[in-house]
């Protein structure tokens, strides 16, 4: 599917994977309307590549309805949705102080897991009611993000692991359900990447989970994930996959 004058939705879009992918889909020649959980951080963004910024909490249904309303009503209906929303947490099922911790991961998971999928029904139903925009019937891409965690989380991550692995699960079921409208669904799951969730991570922490990268033995860079959207949205074979993006690393217990 082409991404030149298209109306791309981008989730999480004022750092890190989304803004980049923001940024790259606007380059393309997309319409790109950022949206995050901060209205000025989102407007900042859509203001520095020509686009339209709204705030909404991923979690909030009428929210996110009340954005995809006004885009198809201004603009025509988003074509290409990537979702990048999400929150990195790290709690063990039984801390040291032995208090429960059932609270986080709800709310891991709500995010994670439950804003993920708030976002990708309510683009499904929007590109299911617009036309067909090429010769296979395509109607839309949507591009969720999980995290290599869902296969090799590590230790304090079971909230954060069973969300990613949520995501990734669902791809493929999405997928063949939303193939008779022309709707494809791909999940990308990065390693260890630049953006603000992993710049809190101790020294120590990054530089092991970094000894254990084959190649190249770096920090992803956040335009590398916005690459792989960009050919995902423009190879239409690529539908109900989860694809790893981690330079060959699996990570390590803890």
Do not use: H, W
Request: net charge negative.
């Amino acid at each position: 599917m082409k991404i030149e004058g298209e109306v791309a939705l981008v989730t999480g879009a004022a750092s890190g994977l989304g803004e980049a992918t923001a940024k790259r889909l606007a380059a393309r020649g997309a319409t790109v309307v950022a949206v995050d959980l901060s209205a000025e951080a989102a407007e900042k963004t859509a203001a520095a590549i020509g686009g339209v910024g709204y705030g909404a909490d991923v979690c909030d249904a009428t929210a996110i309805e009340t954005v995809f309303t006004a885009v198809t009503g201004a603009f025509g209906a988003p074509r290409i949705v990537v979702s990048c929303a999400g929150i990195g947490t790290a709690t063990r099922i039984l801390p040291r102080d032995g208090s429960l911790t059932i609270d986080t991961f709800e709310r891991t998971v709500r995010v994670n897991l439950v804003g993920t999928y708030t976002v990708m029904n309510i683009a499904a139903r929007a590109m299911a009611a617009a036309e067909p925009i090429d010769e296979d019937g395509a109607r839309g891409v949507i591009v969720n993000t999980a995290s290599v965690a869902y296969e090799d989380g590590q230790i304090g991550q079971a909230a954060y692991s069973a969300a990613k692995g949520g995501v990734a699960s669902m791809t493929l079921p999405a997928a063949r359900e939303l193939a008779r409208f022309g709707i494809r669904v791909m999940t990308i799951a990065p390693g260890l990447f630049e953006t603000r969730m992993s710049a809190g991570l101790p020294d120590d922490v990054r530089a092991e989970i970094l000894a254990s990268v084959p190649f190249p033995s770096r920090m992803g860079l956040p335009d590398e994930y916005a690459r792989l959207v960009e050919q995902i949205v423009e190879n239409p074979m690529l539908n109900g996959s989860v694809i790893r993006l981690d330079a060959a690393a699996r990570m390590p217990p803890k």
